[in-house]
Nanobody
């Protein structure tokens, strides 16, 4: 049984930083992709970024490039989303999600497992 457990998030002022973690358990993930998504009230869930577990290649949506960084700790089966220079429009519930080695990494329905979500609130 695959489980994704998120931690981190919280409230920060604009320009500040937060880190969200996603600990994965239940199998080996060498061929998987870990994605990060976010959903603001009244909006669709949107792709933030992703990392391929094998090789560590990362991808980001344009709005977070240069501000957010995704990394992984293979020994701990944990993926991190480091968010810097946060803006009020980054406010959302952030989710990690796991998928087998897919090409269309921005599509939520292609992900098999999801974390519980964690709230990130950026005040102006």
């Amino acid at each position: 049984q695959v489980q994704l457990v998120e931690s981190g998030g919280g409230l920060v002022q604009a320009g500040g930083s937060l880190r969200v973690s996603c600990a994965a358990s239940g199998r080996t993930f060498s061929s998987y992709v870990m994605g990060w998504f976010r959903q603001a009230p009244g909006k669709e869930r949107e792709f933030v970024g992703a990392i391929r577990w094998s090789g560590g290649r990362t991808y980001y949506t344009d709005s977070v490039k240069g501000r957010f960084t995704i990394s992984r700790d293979n020994a701990e089966n944990t993926v991190y989303l480091q968010m810097n220079s946060l803006k009020p429009e980054d406010t959302a519930v952030y989710y990690c999600a796991l998928a087998r080695a897919i090409a269309a990494i921005t599509i939520p329905k292609l992900y098999d497992y999801w974390g519980q979500g964690t709230q990130v609130t950026v005040s102006s």
